[in-house]
């Protein structure tokens, strides 16, 4: 039940009665007022988009489903099997331990190499320093067939990126059996059946002298 309202002793007390009715009636009109205009506004606003969009006259209609967007994931870029299948049997078969390449190395202290057609001015400039070492592959402590697909990589990457001038780091053999530099004529033998490699010298000693072969390549595109 309602609470009872407070006994009337006075009629001080009840013109106190009717003032809080008075001021409770005028601030239920003014949020009833304050109400009514939002209302009038929000419609005021659709109204505006209706006639924007063009609802008022049919132009436009509904959806008459709920849009909705289908996300597929982004298919992986595909791998290039064969094409690595086929690099690789390629390097495997164009570089052979049976070559002989005795009839090939000129026939000096340090055995040097020039493709024919390739003057005798270029392994002397070779030795020299005429062209600046731009990169270089260490093969010390790799298995012969590792050595290989080594070297014939690097040979193939630096000429494709124009690269001209490479050192060989073969070793010297001092911890192989027998004190052999098996790698050394593995190295020469290799190079010589690359295609992009126009000549090599053995390196001065600053520069690993009997360890290491300074190659010139061929330029790229050629």
């Known amino acids: 039940m309602p609470p009872k309202p407070p006994a009337l002793k006075s009629l001080a007390d009840l013109k106190q009665v009717q003032r809080q009715l008075a001021e409770d009636r005028a601030r239920e009109a003014a949020e009833a007022l304050r109400q009514q ?5 929000s419609q ?11 609802a ?7 959806l008459k489903h709920k849009p909705m967007v289908v996300l597929t994931k982004e298919r992986p870029a595909p791998v290039a099997t064969q094409f690595h299948l086929d690099e690789a049997r390629a390097l495997r078969e164009a570089i052979s331990d049976e070559f ?9 202290d340090q055995m040097s190499f020039r493709r024919p057609g390739v003057g005798l001015d270029v392994t002397r400039r070779l030795r020299s320093g005429d062209w600046s070492i731009q ?13 290989r697909e080594a070297l014939g990589g690097f040979i193939r990457e630096a000429h494709r990126h124009g690269v001209r001038c490479v ?10 059996p027998g004190k052999q530099p098996v790698l050394k004529t593995k190295a020469q033998r290799w190079l010589i059946q690359k295609k992009e490699v126009l000549a090599f010298v053995q390196a001065k ?5 009997a ?3 300074v190659v010139l390549l061929a330029p790229a595109g050629r």
């Open 167 to 176: 050192r060989v780091v073969h070793g010297k053999g001092l911890g192989s």
């Open 44 to 54: 005021a606003r659709q109204n505006l988009f209706a006639r924007a969009i063009g």
């Open 37 to 41: 205009q939002l209302e009038e506004q």
């Open 135 to 147: 990169r270089q592959l260490d093969l010390h402590g790799m298995r012969s067939d590792e050595a």
């Open 100 to 108: 002989d390449v005795t009839t090939l190395l000129d026939a000096d």
């Open 56 to 62: 008022d006259t049919g132009a436009t209609k509904p």
């Open 211 to 213: 360890g290491a072969l």
């Open 205 to 209: 000693p600053a520069e690993g002298g």
